[in-house]
């Protein structure tokens, strides 16, 4: 599918400047009640939201530096950087990368919003298009799921921006209103969608039902922990789990590096990612930023490993060698680095890595983490992380810990683990840990960790241009 993006993503090139704001416009001024008559139009629409994630605003970069550089691992090269406030703890509404992640969602809420309003008018074999409008309406509760987890109360649009006239200054939405749109929206694409193995081999990067399965358990998970929560939410999200597990579509790669290697992309393991390639198609500058100079001669270097966290590693993790610079060679480095993402093809800006929005390791980490929520006694909470620790090379944990013991355990694996795919923040906060931990693994630079940034801020920009919008407490 990444070459069938191309055309539809150059119009996200022109936001590629580190700094530059995402101005708030109109977006998609095409006529698209006379734009959608056939399914080539729907597949045509659908393409131009997957390609609205892959600008370096969006998933190209901005997605995994909000959700990684406030967390415990990743350190900023400078002090002075923009983005070291957000490793330090001392951002403030006016950070760009906040404007960027902002603008970048609702540019593809509007598009999938498109999709959805206009398909159901073509003439096309229902199933079919039920598909691609659940692929529509996935990424819309993807989308609306990341801004509720980062910013609680947000707008919500559920039509398109058809004119300057319409209003593009509507108020926060509550966020329990927000997580029930969310979930209509993945349930409609669980219901819609093929399942993966019935995914094309040119359509691979669409949305499965286990895509969506996946995310429910996970927006279920996360509701349980807000004042939004259901009673039932813990259960639900148990059963969206095994629903992915017992489809016997997805299972761990035996060898960690597999998850990785751009040649081995959307494998079993792959359950969601975002689909980047090499010129003339848009890729992804996470392999660069990583990687230093003296070992790329165009490598940035930019965020390098937190020393405490490279230490944590036992000696027999494979994962370590894998995802850290290590002591082998002759080249000399000031610190570790990350290379968890490598690509021997890499030109420049642009390489192959795909972002993983969700990946089968990380629903057996789910698994115990529900199982210990639901009761802490059940020794089968040890079966999902034993089986990403015995791919690792290590032990499997036993005993019968404690709740909370147990959540310490899982906030290790899932660094070990899933570090710097975009799950660091959503994680420490969902799982209440978000001061201790990088306070414990960032003393000489975070003292503490104010409540306030259990959210994000509302942009400056965004406030602004839309009076209605209030700020989360904490900031100005």
């Given at each position: 599918m990444k070459k069938h993006l191309l055309l539809l993503s150059l119009l996200g090139l022109s936001l590629g400047s580190c700094e530059k704001f995402l101005e708030e416009t109109p977006y998609d001024f095409v006529a698209s009640e006379t734009f959608y008559t056939s399914e080539n139009d729907v597949v045509a629409g659908l393409n131009g939201a997957f390609g609205a994630m892959l600008p370096q605003l969006y998933f190209g970069r901005t997605a995994w530096q909000m959700t990684e550089l406030p967390g415990d691992y990743v350190r900023v090269g400078s002090s002075t950087d923009e983005r070291a406030q957000l490793s330090r703890f001392n951002y403030d509404e006016r950070l760009n990368e906040v404007n960027n992640w902002w603008t970048s969602i609702y540019l593809l809420i509007n598009r999938t919003?498109?999709?959805?309003?206009?398909?159901?008018?073509?003439?096309?074999?229902?199933?079919?298009?039920?598909?691609?409008?659940?692929?529509?309406?996935?990424?819309?509760?993807?989308?609306?799921?990341?801004?509720?987890?980062?910013?609680?109360?947000?707008?919500?649009?559920?039509?398109?921006?058809?004119?300057?006239?319409?209003?593009?200054?509507?108020?926060?939405?509550?966020?329990?209103?927000?997580?029930?749109?969310?979930?209509?929206?993945?349930?409609?694409?669980?219901?819609?969608?093929?399942?993966?193995n019935q995914i094309a081999g040119n359509e691979k990067g669409r949305v499965s039902k286990g895509a969506a399965a996946a995310l429910l358990a996970k927006v279920y998970l996360t509701r349980a922990g807000t004042p939004a929560a259901k009673p039932t939410d813990m259960a639900d999200a148990l059963s969206a789990v095994n629903r992915v597990m017992s489809s016997g579509l997805y299972r761990l790669v035996p060898t960690y590096s597999d998850v990785f290697d751009p040649d081995k992309e959307n494998g079993p393991e792959h359950i969601f990612s975002i689909q980047f390639d090499l010129p003339p198609n848009i890729g992804s500058i996470i392999v660069r930023q990583f990687t230093p100079s003296q070992i790329v001669s165009d490598g940035l270097g930019t965020f390098s490993v937190e020393p405490t966290f490279e230490k944590s590693y036992a000696?027999?993790?494979?994962?370590?060698?894998?995802?850290?610079?290590?002591?082998?060679?002759?080249?000399?480095?000031?610190?570790?680095?990350?290379?968890?993402?490598?690509?021997?093809?890499?030109?420049?800006?642009?390489?192959?890595?795909?972002?993983?929005?969700?990946?089968?390791?990380?629903?057996?980490?789910?698994?115990?983490?529900?199982?210990?929520?639901?009761?802490?006694?059940?020794?089968?909470?040890?079966?999902?992380?034993?089986?990403?620790?015995?791919?690792?090379?290590?032990?499997?944990?036993?005993?019968?810990?404690?709740?909370?013991?147990?959540?310490?355990?899982?906030?290790?694996?899932?660094?070990?683990?899933?570090?710097?795919?975009?799950?660091?923040?959503?994680?420490?906060?969902?799982?209440?840990?978000?001061?201790?931990?990088?306070?414990?693994?960032?003393?000489?630079?975070?003292?503490s960790v104010e409540p306030k940034y259990y959210l994000f801020p509302i942009p400056t920009n965004e406030r602004i241009l839309n009076p209605n919008l209030t700020q989360n407490p904490g900031y100005n």
């Open positions: 919003n498109d999709v959805i309003e206009r398909a159901p008018g073509v003439q096309m074999d229902e199933a079919r298009k039920n598909n691609l409008i659940g692929n529509a309406r996935f990424l819309r509760g993807m989308a609306y799921f990341d801004l509720v987890r980062c910013f609680s109360d947000v707008p919500l649009v559920l039509s398109t921006v058809k004119s300057p006239g319409d209003n593009l200054k509507p108020a926060r939405t509550p966020a329990a209103e927000v997580y029930e749109q969310v979930l209509a929206d993945l349930q409609f694409a669980e219901a819609n969608c093929v399942a993966e000696a027999t993790d494979v994962r370590r060698a894998w995802n850290i610079t290590n002591k082998a060679g002759t080249t000399t480095l000031p610190r570790y680095y990350f290379v968890k993402f490598k690509d021997p093809l890499r030109i420049t800006n642009d390489s192959r890595a795909n972002y993983l929005v969700a990946r089968y390791a990380d629903i057996l980490l789910l698994q115990s983490e529900i199982l210990n929520n639901l009761n802490p006694a059940d020794p089968k909470k040890y079966e999902g992380i034993n089986a990403v620790r015995v791919r690792a090379g290590l032990a499997p944990l036993t005993g019968t810990s404690t709740k909370e013991v147990f959540i310490d355990l899982l906030v290790r694996e899932r660094g070990w683990e899933l570090c710097i795919e975009g799950h660091r923040w959503y994680d420490l906060t969902r799982l209440k840990r978000l001061e201790q931990t990088v306070v414990a693994s960032k003393p000489t630079i975070v003292a």
